[in-house]
């Protein structure tokens, strides 16, 4: 059964970057076409970052594109987000995913548990 | 302020039968079909349904889902109090040319 797993730094300072990696596990990162970083800020609902195909093209949500990269490490099994110039709001629980499809539908079949990612000085 | 609406909170007896809703516009829910998770917080979000009706492989039958227009219906039923969770919806959206999420419903079984 594929399993996902965040990981990086619990704390960032102020106008720095935030960087996260997703280890994907009983799996190949190659099975899947995307793979998405969603946040969820505290007392707010989730919001989409982006996502990244196994073979590295991505889309960015646009409220986010300007400070926002995700990369693919297919040796690794695993994919990335980095995100620049992060304020307290960039505060939140951040998740990697994995996209399921079904009849031309999207979903995500398989999440990280999470990881809190703080802003503060 | 989530995309979609849903109610903050939902609660049922064991044995019950409770809905939860969730509301969007024409550019996501009106447009695209919506999937359904459950959180139990600490843990790892899980798909319950997807393209508006289809249960994942281990899902119960107990859990149901439906959508009509811009807005959508997630039912269980039999309630268990290992169903106590959040739930949230999501779709796609055609502004965002992303998924958008609701706030979720905190369900609590009595």
């Known amino acids: 059964q594929m399993q996902l797993q965040e990981s990086g730094p619990g704390l960032v300072k102020p106008s720095g970057t935030l960087s996260l990696t997703c280890a994907v596990s009983?799996?190949?990162?190659?099975?899947?076409?995307?793979w998405s970083w969603v946040r969820r800020p505290p007392g707010k609902g989730l919001e989409w970052i982006g996502e990244v195909y196994h073979g590295g093209t991505t889309n960015y949500n646009p409220s986010l594109e300007s400070r926002v990269i995700i990369s693919v490490d297919r040796s690794k099994n695993q994919f990335s987000l980095n995100l620049t110039s992060v304020t307290a709001a960039d505060t939140a629980v951040y998740y990697c995913?994995?996209?399921?499809?079904?009849?031309?539908?999207?979903?995500?079949?398989?999440w990280g548990q999470g990881t809190l990612v703080t802003v503060s000085s | 302020q989530s995309v979609l609406t849903q109610r903050p909170s939902a609660s049922g007896t064991p044995g019950q039968r409770v809905t939860i809703s969730c509301s969007g516009n024409n550019s996501n829910l009106g447009n695209n079909a919506v999937n359904w998770y459950q959180e139990v917080p600490g843990t790892a979000p899980k798909l319950v349904i997807h393209?508006?009706?289809q249960r994942p492989s281990g899902v119960p039958d107990r859990f149901s889902g439906s959508k009509s227009g811009t807005s959508a219906t997630l039912a269980i039923s039999g309630l268990q109090s290992e169903d106590e969770a959040d739930y949230f919806c999501a779709t796609w959206d055609d502004s965002v040319k992303g998924p958008v999420f609701g706030g979720g419903t905190k369900l609590t079984v009595l």
């Open positions: 393209s508006n009706n």
């Open positions: 009983g799996g190949s990162i190659t099975s899947s076409n995307w």
């Open positions: 995913a994995k996209e399921g499809r079904h009849l031309g539908e999207s979903f995500f079949d398989c």
